[in-house]
């Protein structure tokens, strides 16, 4: 029981596979976990861990995206793009500049 709630536990997010190696050797000396499960429990753990980081990077940047929408900032996407744009109508006014008169 203790294991799940561990698991599922928010402060997951912190572990390390030194913190997870140590907290399965206080649960196989209070009989919760069997030793040859150790390795197991280290591993799904620490796969778990990096499931919750990869989730909450996805939710920071889907949140952090749309408030740069909802602030009317631009993102790099259209950033680049702009500077691309210019590029391109700074190379067609120095070509109408340098090309002769035909009057």
């Known amino acids: 029981m203790l294991r799940e709630a561990l698991l599922a536990g928010v402060g997951a997010l912190y572990m390390t596979k030194d913190k997870a190696e140590e907290i ?24 778990d861990v ?17 408030m740069v929408k ?8 259209e950033y680049d793009e702009l500077l691309s744009r210019i590029d391109d109508l700074s190379a067609k006014i120095s070509e109408l500049e340098n090309k002769p008169n035909k009057d």
Not at 24 to 47: C, P, T, W, Y
Request: no cysteine.
């Open 50 to 66: 990096d499931k919750q980081k990869s989730d909450m990077k996805s939710r920071f940047k889907r949140e952090f995206n749309s």
């Open 70 to 77: 909802e602030s009317n900032l631009i993102t790099r996407d």
């Open 24 to 47: 399965s050797q206080q649960l196989i000396e209070r009989g919760e976990l069997a030793k040859e499960e150790k390795n197991d429990f280290v591993s799904k753990l620490m796969h």
